[in-house]
């Protein structure tokens, strides 16, 4: 009977993820797709030091990770950022491809590397307008992306792949670490020359990722990348809103996004309520839009080879995770902007929402569902801490706000 009943719970424990029994360990780091594909590809390559670290146990729970289960909603399929901090670019650009099948039904796969390219051109003309007091690194923001995209347009990723011949993925160290050593020897030297700088970066991109395109043929025409961005793909850029949720602004109101990566000062961010920003997100997906969402993946239960996001009860019981618990982590830094990513399905599982997420990262490429992975809705409440939809997508709670 005993051993009987053992094998009851056991299967019980199994089947259901709501009991949360899930307790902490240390793991040894195993290699995998960056170690294995991506590093493979780069030279010269550093050996890889094996270390433990902690982590939630998760191998005596079953996850939802089927994508087959989830509602989905059209997207192209993962690609990989390679060894590059551009997920920004790869969630938005992802996100607006879903946008341009649902106005128009076209497939059409974009640059990410178009924007980037004009990224760090623009951040290093800030850079000598504000002598210095800009951050410049690889990460950026989601709002980035309709912002060059206003400025520069877009095209196809065909016409601009930004990847250097006989390499599989993207590697921007040495050219950003290039462009940094250069910008900080124009401030070291006080030789704020817009017209100067702005062009020694470009000879720099232009070396690492090549000379992007000033004309594009596309179905038999030849557009500019403005053109191609008003004629080919119908979408408006000002059609997209960005929304957070932090108790440190005012709510229903915008205010800034206060990250490093918002080396702009973005101000344009609808600060809502936690509840508020749920309703965005699930209202979204409830009308068969996606959703682009940018937080904190340096979490115990954010595994790669379970391919899921879950907050552990020894970290914060469910029914605890509300503002207050919200906000802590944001002002002691242990919830930051790390990564950005595109919910393009979700589930609806014995009461509890989960989302499928398209991954850019390489830890999303390192389970079964190459590219994919799956948040429970506490894991989007406690720890993600921006979004962009469109706009009729947030008129739930953007009726409460503009009038």
Request: with cysteine; proline share 5%.
């Amino acid at each position: 009977m005993k051993i009987l009943f053992s094998l009851i719970l056991s299967a019980v424990v199994l089947a259901s993820f709501g009991q949360n029994t899930v307790k902490g360990t240390y793991k040894k780091y195993e290699p995998g797709f960056y170690e294995n594909e991506i590093k493979a590809d780069m030279n010269p390559q550093k050996e890889h030091s094996p270390h433990l670290y902690f982590a939630a146990d998760l191998s005596e729970i079953a996850f939802p990770t089927n994508p087959e289960e989830y509602a989905q909603y059209w997207h192209f399929p993962p690609l990989s950022q390679g060894s590059t901090g551009t997920c920004w670019c790869f969630a938005t650009i992802s996100f607006l491809e879903s946008e341009i099948y649902r106005i128009s039904g076209q497939e059409i796969k974009l640059s990410e590397m178009y924007i980037v390219y004009w990224e760090y051109v623009e951040r290093a003309r800030a850079f000598v307008e504000k002598r210095g007091d800009v951050y410049f690194a690889q990460g950026s923001e989601a709002t980035s992306v309709p912002r060059i995209m206003k400025k520069y347009g877009i095209v196809p990723a065909e016409s601009y792949p930004g990847l250097p011949k006989g390499k599989k993925f993207h590697n921007h160290s040495r050219m950003v670490k290039e462009m940094s050593d250069y910008l900080n020897s124009i401030k070291e030297n006080n030789a704020w020359n817009t017209v100067m700088v702005v062009s020694t970066i470009r000879d720099i991109l232009d070396q690492y990722m090549g000379v992007p395109p000033q004309e594009v043929y596309f179905n038999d025409e030849y557009f500019t990348p403005k053109t191609f961005l008003s004629r080919v793909l119908q979408i408006r850029v000002d059609d997209y809103f960005s929304f957070m949720s932090t108790m440190s602004e005012t709510y229903n109101e915008k205010a800034e996004l206060k990250e490093p990566d918002n080396w702009w000062h973005c101000d344009d961010y609808y600060n809502v309520s936690i509840d508020d920003f749920m309703l965005v997100i699930d209202a979204t997906l409830d009308s068969a839009y996606t959703v682009c969402i940018c937080g904190d993946v340096s979490e115990p239960a954010y595994d790669k080879w379970a391919e899921v996001g879950m907050i552990p009860d020894f970290d914060i019981p469910s029914e605890y995770i509300n503002e207050s618990a919200r906000e802590m982590r944001l002002k002691n830094a242990t919830t930051t902007d790390d990564h950005c990513i595109h919910i393009v399905g979700v589930l609806e599982d014995d009461g509890e929402r989960w989302y499928m997420i398209k991954d850019s990262g390489a830890g999303g490429f390192d389970g079964p569902n190459k590219g994919y992975r799956f948040l429970h809705e506490d894991y989007v409440r406690l720890k993600m801490m921006n979004i962009m939809v469109y706009k009729e997508a947030g008129r739930p709670v953007l009726d409460k706000i503009i009038k």
